[in-house]
């Protein structure tokens, strides 16, 4: 199993930025893919971006520019660096891990970008 924590989320205004962090509870050398999702309310669970251990990235086009995957070997943490933040990106930010060929989901961070 992978335990999933997220922080960084929080509120900021548009055009601000924000980094989302998650630290899997077993080494991030052994997940596949990891990457980030979110929910806004009254909308269905979507793709933000993903990468996985051979640094393949995928994003969404609503992210495309603005937003960066990345991670650290050494913290064994997945980041998601959100830059240019506009109000349509407020929604809750779930980190997921493929693993021994399930998904794992942290419990979701909220972000909100209002003026």
């Known amino acids: 199993q992978v335990q999933l924590v997220e922080s960084g989320g929080g509120l900021v205004q548009p055009g601000g930025s924000l980094r989302l962090s998650c630290s899997p509870s077993?080494?991030?050398?052994?997940?596949?893919?990891m990457g980030w999702y979110r929910q806004a309310p009254g909308s269905q669970r979507e793709l933000v971006a993903t990468?996985?251990?051979?640094?393949?990235?995928n994003y969404a086009d609503s992210v495309k520019g603005r937003f960066t995957i990345s991670r650290d070997n050494v913290k064994s943490t997945l980041y998601l660096q959100m830059n240019s933040l506009k109000p349509e990106d407020t929604a809750v930010y779930y980190c997921n891990a493929f693993y021994d060929r399930k998904n794992y989901w942290g419990q979701g961070t909220q972000v909100t970008v209002s003026s």
């Open positions: 077993r080494s991030i050398f052994s997940i596949y893919i």
């Open positions: 990468l996985t251990t051979t640094g393949n990235t």
